[in-house]
């Protein structure tokens, strides 16, 4: 056997040292030629923040339409153009109110849980809130540089006294602040102070504790502060809804949930929280105006750009950890743009598969820790 | 050339002391029986002998050289031991179970080859179980198994045999097959061959020299002819013999019945 | 079968042994090289038959076929053939060194100590030193932890018995998946998602990194193995008979072990884990051709091999959704497992 032992031990090392060599000839490669690289796709990462219904799906719409298609066909566009397309109007520029005004101080809000569907409550207009969701704080950040006539994520917003006083007094606490870090939250950091925010530890409504919940309203309202909680309804099942509710009722403090999942229903949301934190019409007017513009803007774009076409062009979403990405709104950005959403299914996708649909335009998540090249699947 | 030296030989297993200051010595071409009452040591004591078994203070000399420094396969060697029980998992067929046995010697010489296949042959031929050879091990009866697992013992080519308990299980006519092949391989073989047994008869007939364990201890050890007398039988099992020369055998034993001054207390 | 009376008969029956393994290893060896050529042709991006042969044979040269052929399909399904191998090989071993047929390479609690150790990965970048290695490294190392806790717990004054080994690593192994579940329950969503996935087995992203970095451990791990066949041959049979015969069981048997862990641990720093395949395979072997390792070590590193090529061709490519590969193996080795056991006769475990 010693003999054989000897062959068996001299096959091992040159398997050993043959997979060395793979692997260098591997990473030594052209890496350009490889993996996805091949689909000579547009490749273009986006803030996850502003991929859901949330006023800042604006900003994600305008980047990545620039990356795909370049300048926009006319950028002097008015919202009267918009509001006369009537095939645009009637899909995106229109919008159901969740709330009215009763004319003596309150408000009917329409809110929504997966738990109860739709309820009306009624509240006064409020001061401050405690916020479970980034959709909320961003809705106020774009309402607040609007009447303080700052642009949206523009150095200048960050630093502008009116917008910094609005958010530090009326954010008085909510999801755990190392989001915000996380995932680069950049008017929360510059405007609320850590030191300030009443920090409830956790990121969604299932994990919320009642009783941290009651003393964070109650920090809230100190000062005779009326004061709100935002939360996700969509979340909010029959599970979570009384860990969430009862401490509002129990301190006194408003609720309101909304569940929104399409562009119009961020209008609603912004018209909905607006009110409820005592802006007033005009400045709400002007911030779903301007949405609404800047989205016809690429909407009328896209359609001339796309016209004529038969051919289905796909896009493909994957986040951080490898898998594909399948909500409603990712879907919806991606058919405004002119793709087929087919490939965001939330299944696996392999590198044939991918090669085979040819997806011509490649999203990827900014706090991405992976490199390009891993992004790229070139060392498959 | 196949001789074993024990000697001061205590082991405990457990806090429980099995084996008591045990020294013999045996030499090649003579069978050796080890006789005793159940639990008295006896196995352990030929385990201690090829290193199943770690002994706690004292040594055991194989041809000089102390095993408890020797490598299992060196000890395997030279040393064949055939256990008890055999029970088995796999269903190997009776070839493939006695070539095992080649496992200590083969490895010098690389596959198998005519050395190997030569020493099975003897084996097998020597065991009556050439015919068994493509059959499966688990399809065998308890008596033809044990001759299996006696070849395989032998494929080894052993210098020393150690038997626990061989006739076990086996048919009367193969007792005898047995024990005939036991002192063949001592004579013509030269080999030294230790068995524990209860059968006194065939002790007495087939074994050159006898010992007898009580308690762990050695109590005697001697020629057949002067340990193998009614005192010694009926301090050891507690019986009544009678023994008397025979031209034939050496010695004849009879067995009369229990002892009248019985006591099974140790 | 004729009666065995000389010596040359006896030659002859070991000839006639020796030549029937030698056919059956090479057939299944063949099955194998056709398995793999057929599974070349199968994959999301198609390509027909003659694409296939003509990329192969070097008749056509087109960029993206040469790629997909080359980069995409060949180490995909090697990988495949190695990861088949090695867990089938380390069940087999597993099952012959602790002589029970439910033994299968996470008896040892080594492949919940590997998922624990990703899971960690992915969830907090524990092992980020390691770069893009961090999640197969941490893997692998959990594995060869694991085995060493799981064999310094079964340790006594008196050696480590097989049986206390199997209990601590059940012990250890359901440990481990306790704390992937905590892990599970604490994390956001998306990295639930990918531990989930990453436990389920999945050889879709393994190109030729994946098979440069599994195929030294591996490699190894079976030559190990292939090195030691006498020895498990005779352990298998019985452990005490086997130290008479010379061997050192107690040595064998921690080689044997490492053995296991160099191919479990490699194969889910690759894959992730695919359970199953190392029990199905092994007992079905053992079922067919009986206990003799000369027989059932190549046959079950071959046939291994095989059966992971025919589970990840399948579970890519027949359903509408990607499948991961370890759902499968379970899905449909467990009833193909049953079948082959009603159907034959031979009673191997006493």
Known sequence: MQKNQIIVIIVAAVLVVAGIGVYLLATGEDAEKKGLYKLNAVVTEVNMGQCSATPGVIVTLEDMYEAYYGDLVDDTLTIDDAKADTDFWSTYGTWDSLISDNGDGTLDVTVSTSAKGDETVTMSVCDTAVVMGTMYSET?????????????????????????????????????????????????????????????????????????????????????????????????????????????????????????????????????????????????????????????????????????????????????????????????????????????????????????????????YTNDSRTMDEKMRVNQ | MGSIKVENVDFSYAERQILYDISLEANAGEVVGILGQNGCGKTTLLKCINRSLKTNSGDVLLDGENVGEMSRKNIAKKIAFVTQTTNITFAFTVFETVMMGRYACAGDEGNTNEKDLRAVYEAMKDTETLKFADRYINELSGGERKRVMIARALAQEPEILLLDEPTLHLDINHQFDLLELVRKLAREKNLLIMIVTHDLVFASRYCDRVMIIKDGKLHHLGSTKDIMIPDNIEETFYIETEVSEDSRFGINILLIGKSKNNSDDK | MAELNSFEDLREFEETSRRKTVVIVSSVAALAVSTFICAMMVGNYHLSISQVFGVLFGTIHDDTMEYIIFEVRLPRLLCCFIVGAALSLSGLVMQSLFKNPMASPSVLGISSGAAFGASLALAFGVGGFMGSLMVPGMAFIFCFLTMGVVYMLARTKYGVASNTLLLAGVAMGAFFNGLVSLLQYVVNDDVLSSIVYWTMGSLNGCGWSSFALAIAPLAIGMIIVFILIKELNLISAGEEQAANMGVNVVNVRIILIIATALMVGGSVAISGVIGFVGLIVPHIFRMIVGPNHKLLVPLCIVGGGIFMIVMDTIAKSMFSIILPVGVLTSLIGAPFFIYVMRTRKKEIWE
């Open chain 1, 140 to 364: 106020m950040y774009f309402l607040a540089c609007a009447e303080n006539d700052v642009e949206v994520y523009s150095e200048e917003s960050y630093t502008n006294a009116g917008v910094k006083e609005f958010l530090s007094n009326a954010i008085t606490g909510g999801m755990i602040y190392s989001y915000f870090e996380d995932y680069d939250v950049e008017y929360m950091l510059k405007c609320v102070s850590e030191s300030d925010y009443f920090d409830l530890g956790v990121t969604s409504v299932q994990k919320v504790e009642p009783e941290k919940l009651a003393s964070a309203l109650e920090d809230a309202m100190s000062d005779g502060n009326n004061a709100v909680y935002f939360a996700s309804g969509t979340r909010m099942t029959a599970d979570y809804y009384d860990n969430n509710v009862n401490p509002c009722k129990s301190t006194g403090a408003n609720y309101a949930f909304f569940g929104p999942t399409t562009i119009s229903d961020v209008f609603s949301c912004v018209e909905a929280i607006g009110c409820i934190m005592g802006f007033d019409d005009e400045t709400i007017d002007e911030v779903i105006e301007d949405i609404q513009l800047r989205l016809y803007k690429i909407y009328y774009s896209v359609e001339s750009k796309t016209s004529g076409t038969t051919d289905t062009t796909y896009a493909y979403w994957e986040s951080g950890l490898g898998s594909t990405v399948k909500s409603s709104m990712a879907k919806v950005i991606v058919q405004y743009l002119g793709f087929d959403a087919s490939l965001l299914d939330g299944a696996d996708h392999d590198l044939e598969s991918l090669l085979e649909d040819n997806p011509k335009l490649l999203i990827f």
